[in-house]
C-alpha cells in the first residue's frame, strides 16, 4: 500500500505559478512511476503529466508543455509539479497517483495504469 498526499495548491491569478508536492510512504517510492491528474467541476480527471520511476522519463499533455515541470526527489520520497503561467481554465482539484513500474522506462499517462491515489489539492486559477 502507498499514502499519497498533495499540497502546495492555492488561489493564484491567471499568469502566476504554483508549486505542488507530493508525498509518498507506505512502499519503497523508487519502484514507482508517479502522475498528476487534475479534475475540473462536471469534467473527468484528466492527465496533467508523469515521471518514470528513476526520473529519467517525462510527459506531459500537449497544454501544459513548456508551462510545467514534473521532478522528483526519492531520497525525499516526494514528487511536485511546478506551474508556471496558470490559465483560468486550469482550475481544478490536483491528484498525484503511483504506478508500480520499476525499469518502464515511459511513465503511463491513462488513469488506469495508476494504483494509488492522493486526495487531491485544489488549484483555482482567477481571471
Known amino acids: 500500500q502507498v499514502q499519497l498526499v498533495e499540497s502546495g495548491g492555492g488561489l493564484v491569478q491567471t499568469g502566476g505559478s504554483l508549486s505542488l508536492s507530493c508525498a509518498a510512504s507506505?512502499?519503497?517510492?523508487?519502484?514507482?512511476?508517479m502522475g498528476w491528474f487534475r479534475q475540473a467541476p462536471g469534467k473527468e480527471r484528466e492527465f496533467v503529466s508523469a515521471?518514470?520511476?528513476?526520473?529519467?522519463?517525462?510527459r506531459y499533455t500537449d497544454s501544459v508543455k513548456g508551462r510545467f515541470t514534473i521532478s522528483r526527489d526519492n531520497a525525499k520520497n516526494t514528487v511536485y509539479l511546478q506551474m508556471n503561467s496558470l490559465k483560468p481554465e486550469e482550475t481544478a482539484v490536483y491528484y498525484c497517483?503511483?504506478?508500480?513500474?520499476?525499469?518502464?522506462?515511459?511513465?503511463?499517462?491513462?488513469?488506469?495504469?495508476?494504483?494509488?491515489w492522493g486526495r487531491g489539492t485544489q488549484v483555482t486559477v482567477s481571471s
Open positions: 515521471i518514470s520511476y528513476n526520473g529519467g522519463s517525462t
Open positions: 497517483a503511483a504506478d508500480y513500474a520499476p525499469g518502464t522506462v515511459v511513465p503511463g499517462f491513462r488513469r488506469t495504469d495508476y494504483d494509488y
Open positions: 507506505g512502499r519503497t517510492f523508487s519502484y514507482y512511476a
